[in-house]
């Protein structure tokens, strides 16, 4: 059984561009977070996807997005990179509802030049 | 905001002996507290985690120690391996939310 996947695993985009990162949930999992972890500290929560839809929000610009696909899996999308975007951006996947265990994928290292 | 105080930053063991790494909460509506060990290249796994309901658990050599007055909680590693050298997390979640806010991190070396 496959855990978390996320693609690609090294990403180096230049100032201004926009990127898109993907996430597999694990297996029977429908609900998608994205986190953001800058190096040497802890994640910061982005946003999480249930039904393909935005659920809740942490405090990031509207340069990050989101989409949920309708096999679970899902894309982050940031426009217009900044230097402070480097950072691993981890993707978690979970059951909608009163659970609290999150599976973490390996993340996707994003380095703007 | 840092909702979650973690300290020490970085720790050094020696084999066999006890990791400890305190952390403070502020979000009185908080009602999850899980530990996350990362290694390297890796994403967070969790290892262990407690509700405001009882005082303490254990989990083999793994500990929390929760103290809800104080807003304070605590790993121990008992018996420390070279193994359990890794980047550790506590983090707090409330209601089932998922949205989970993570402490700064404890870089730990156990040295044989």
């Known amino acids: 059984d496959a855990g978390v996947t996320q693609s690609p695993t090294h990403l180096i985009k230049t100032r201004g561009q926009q990127v898109t990162l993907r996430c597999s949930p694990k297996?029977?999992?429908?609900?998608v977070s994205w986190y953001q972890q800058a190096l040497g500290q802890g994640p910061q929560f982005i946003f999480q996807?249930?039904?393909?839809?935005?659920?809740q929000r942490g405090n990031f610009p509207d340069r990050f997005s989101g989409h949920q696909f309708p096999n679970y899996s899902s894309e982050l999308n940031v426009n217009a990179l900044l230097l402070g975007d480097s950072a691993l951006h981890l993707c978690a996947s979970s059951l909608y509802g009163p659970q609290d265990e999150q599976y973490f994928g390996p993340g996707t290292r994003l380095t703007v030049t | 905001q840092q909702q979650v105080k973690q300290s020490p930053q970085s720790l050094i063991v020696q084999k066999g002996g006890i990791s400890i790494i305190n952390c403070a909460y502020e979000n009185t509506a908080f009602d999850y507290f899980p530990w996350y060990q990362q290694f390297p290249g890796k994403g967070p796994a969790l290892l262990i985690a407690?509700?405001?309901?009882?005082s303490e658990k254990k989990e083999g050599r793994f500990t929390i120690s929760f103290n809800k007055s104080a807003k304070q909680f605590s790993l121990h590693i008992m018996d420390s391996q070279p193994g359990d050298s890794a980047t550790y997390f506590c983090?707090?979640?409330?209601?089932?939310?998922?949205?989970?806010?993570f402490g700064t991190g404890t870089k730990l070396q156990v040295i044989p």
């Open positions: 983090a707090a979640s409330k209601g089932g939310y998922q949205k989970v806010t």
């Open positions: 407690i509700r405001p309901d009882v």
């Open positions: 996807y249930y039904e393909e839809e935005e659920r």
């Open positions: 297996s029977g999992h429908d609900t």
